[in-house]
């Protein structure tokens, strides 16, 4: 009797659980495209915090905020495509940057620089293969504060070689004699920008240090000879969350002219 009433008060407790459970709600899953960040943070190593916020539209960037300050950006689309974003100081816009398209891809910049007169210059994108790009850098100008002009405009030529997930992979840089070239290598995780409607293609070539990718870099190594010789490097150590987003970066910059330092980066999702 006894044996009979304990299987009884299990199977009882087994159905009762069985039930509850068959009621709880459960949370959706989450699609990992929709998956965009709010607020990225940067520490560097004397404690100075930067802090930006996003607005969006879906996974359309609608501005971009620097907290603490009155500096803001503001993204226009056409399409899935941006086809300009506006840099303001306050009500003032001080940087512009309008973006030609060939077959889904940049193939112009035009840049307009309102931080001491105006400087305008386009910044073109020729495309070898898919995998294959050359552009031109802006690099330096004699300004005329009397007529707020600038001339002698000068750039750096850059010849990249790129993955098919938007990756560097290689770079060469070379400015009158002096060369510079640019090795990286990249996790298989989500990079946080990597899912802002036509964010990549806008920005994955902005920097030569690549840390706006389809992944997230590990490490870039550079090498420069000419006048001067000497290396660079970036190595980054990443936290991720449960989407394959990180949410924590520690990145080390060394170099042969500078003393090593270390900046962390934050990041927040929407979800």
């Known amino acids: 009797m006894k044996k009979l009433i304990i299987s009884s008060f299990a199977l009882y407790a087994f159905a009762s659980c069985s039930s509850s459970d068959d009621t709880l709600e459960q949370d959706p899953p989450v699609d990992p495209i929709t998956i965009v ?21 879906g996974t359309k960037l609608l501005e971009s905020n620097d907290v603490g300050t009155n500096e803001k950006t503001v993204y226009t689309y056409s399409g899935d495509n941006i086809v300009k974003t506006e840099d303001f100081e306050g009500n ?33 994108f020729q495309y070898l293969s898919d995998n294959h790009v050359q552009y031109n850098e802006y690099t330096s100008s004699t300004y ?17 070689y790129i993955s098919n997930n938007n990756n560097l992979i290689t770079a060469t840089s070379t400015y009158e004699a002096q060369t510079r070239k640019y090795t990286y290598l990249y996790d298989g995780q989500n990079n946080p920008t990597k899912n802002i409607k036509g964010f990549l293609k806008i920005n994955f070539l902005l ?28 190595t980054s150590v990443h936290t991720y969350n449960n ?9 080390t910059y060394t170099s042969t002219t500078f003393p090593t330092n270390s900046h962390t980066f934050l990041a927040e999702y929407n979800k």
């Open 92 to 124: 003032t816009m001080v940087y512009m940057r309008e973006f030609t398209y060939i077959n889904g891809k940049v193939s112009a910049e035009k840049i307009t620089n309102k931080h001491s007169g105006t400087l305008v210059y386009t910044k073109n």
């Open 144 to 160: 005329n504060p009397t007529t707020g002009v600038h001339s002698n405009v000068k750039f750096t030529l850059y010849d990249v």
């Open 37 to 57: 960040p709010t607020k990225l943070t940067e520490i560097t190593q004397d404690n100075q915090t930067y802090v930006t916020t996003f607005k969006y539209d």
């Open 243 to 251: 989407n394959n987003f990180p949410t924590k970066t520690v990145t």
């Open 207 to 234: 920097s030569a240090e690549g840390d706006v990718a389809g992944n997230n870099l590990l490490t870039m190594k550079s090498t420069y000879t000419g006048p001067t010789n000497g290396n660079t490097s970036a």
